[in-house]
């Protein structure tokens, strides 16, 4: 039985398809527990709450780890761990860089789980993906709109990778030994900027999709208006002049080495939700 947090999520919800098209029993936690698939053994699970956490971990033999970015996941993290016991296999979602200077932020984030991960006597896998293909969704209202996409990252390119091949290696490191106690950093095949993505996601839609640059001072004060702090927003901005000044610009092999096929193209990503611009 495998547990599958954040299964309303971008991994989690491919996750849970590919499991149970491999007939593997699952277990999907959500705070909203209607919002999964019927068919499919659910618990209301909230990493706020130790009692549901542990419902959702009794009797499971494997854990899928993710939540949705922010300063919450050490602790939504180590919650998790702590009621997990140090039995059965862990497969987490973190970030590329984890641990590197320029990427503080989501070093914040990930280190700590990633530590308590491998300070364990569990099997466990690390995924760090790069920036996935589906974060071009947010520039949905901009497109129906006419308007430019706003961009962070400035020329900056990344191995913008397929959330569905992220969800696919996690099978892997889920149901082999393979990937014990091994830290994958998952890329797409190419290097990306956002232009580059506006340039794919035009041609498919038969628009021209102008990108316009949005400065670090604009974005911090951006943040700091949504209630951000001063600290939180400088790391947050460094994370995003990393990326501009090229540190998120290269690929890996390991989804290549995990799946033995080539990553899917972002190309393949918009034709596959080409829908849902509009
Ligand atoms: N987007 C990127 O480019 C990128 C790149 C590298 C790494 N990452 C990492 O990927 C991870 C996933 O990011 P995402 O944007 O794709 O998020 P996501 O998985 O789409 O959404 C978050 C999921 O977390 C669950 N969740 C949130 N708060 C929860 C709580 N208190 N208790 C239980 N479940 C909770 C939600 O479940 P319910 O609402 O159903 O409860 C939802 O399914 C993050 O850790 C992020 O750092 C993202």
Do not use: C
Not at 86 to 97: N, T
């Amino acid at each position: 039985m495998i547990l599958v947090t954040g299964a309303t999520g971008t991994i989690g919800r491919t996750l849970l398809r590919l499991l149970t098209e491999r007939d593997v029993p699952v277990r999907a936690m959500s705070r909203t527990p209607e919002r999964i698939p019927a068919g499919i053994q659910v618990v209301q699970g909230d990493y706020e709450d130790p009692d549901s956490l542990r419902k959702a971990v009794d009797g499971v033999d494997a854990v899928f780890l993710v939540s949705a970015p922010g300063a919450t996941i050490p602790r939504y993290d180590l919650a998790l761990l702590d009621v997990a016991g140090d039995a059965g296999k862990l497969v987490k979602i973190s970030a590329m860089k984890t641990g590197d200077f320029g990427f503080r932020a989501t070093s914040a984030w990930h280190l700590p789980g990633e530590q308590a991960i491998q300070d364990s006597d569990r099997e466990w896998t690390i995924l760090r993906p790069s920036v996935f293909a589906s974060n071009s969704l947010a520039w949905v209202p901009q497109i129906k709109a006419g308007e430019a996409i706003p961009t962070y990252y400035g020329d900056g390119g990344a191995g913008v990778v397929d959330p569905r091949d992220i969800a696919a290696v996690a099978v892997e490191a889920l149901l082999t030994s393979d990937h014990n106690k091994q830290i994958y950093t998952l890329t797409g095949s190419e290097i990306l900027s956002v232009a580059d993505q506006a340039a794919h996601l035009g041609k498919l839609l038969g628009k021209s999709l102008q990108v316009i640059d949005v400065p670090s001072d604009q974005m911090r004060a951006g943040m700091l208006a949504q209630g951000m702090d001063n600290d939180a927003a400088d790391l947050a901005v460094e994370g995003y002049e990393a990326v501009r000044s090229g540190a998120a610009a290269f690929v890996t092999d390991d989804v290549t080495r995990v799946l033995g096929r080539a990553p899917r193209t972002f190309q393949q990503w918009a034709q596959d939700h080409k829908e849902l611009f509009g």
